[in-house]
């Protein structure tokens, strides 16, 4: 069974940074992919960036060259640098892992079973 912990988040102004942060621990699993999804009231959650063990990299069209994941010295930290924020970026966010290795099944958050409680980030003036 999986248990993920994020945090970081918070207010922060337009332009302004976050580092958010994600503790993965449990046991029974391993870890070939790593990803953030963030959500925002009435909609879905939408998949953010993700990578693999391997070294490959998805970002979401409105996040590329803003956002950037990276992981720990082990595999059960994941992290989302997150610079230039927008208020469009204003959600709680959620981080996930598999032990698959293609980057497919991370379009739906519906193939997902465990979620942390996520972190809040708010860009407001």
């Known amino acids: 069974q999986v248990q993920l912990m994020e945090s970081g988040g918070g207010l922060v102004k337009p332009g302004g940074s976050l580092r958010l942060s994600c503790v993965v621990s449990g046991s029974g699993f391993d870890i070939n992919t790593m990803g953030w999804f963030r959500q925002t009231p009435g909609k879905s959650r939408e998949l953010v960036a993700v990578?693999?063990?391997?070294?490959?990299?998805y970002y979401v069209d409105s996040v590329k060259g803003r956002f950037t994941i990276s992981r720990g010295d082990n595999k059960y930290t994941v992290y989302l640098q997150m610079n230039s924020l927008k208020p469009e970026d204003t959600a709680v966010y959620y981080c996930?892992?598999?032990?698959?290795?293609?980057?497919?099944?991370?379009?739906?958050?519906?193939?997902?079973?465990?979620w942390g409680q996520g972190t809040q980030v708010t860009v407001s003036s």
């Open positions: 996930n892992i598999r032990d698959d290795m293609g980057f497919g099944p991370w379009v739906l958050a519906e193939n997902f079973s465990a």
């Open positions: 990578m693999s063990d391997g070294g490959d990299y």
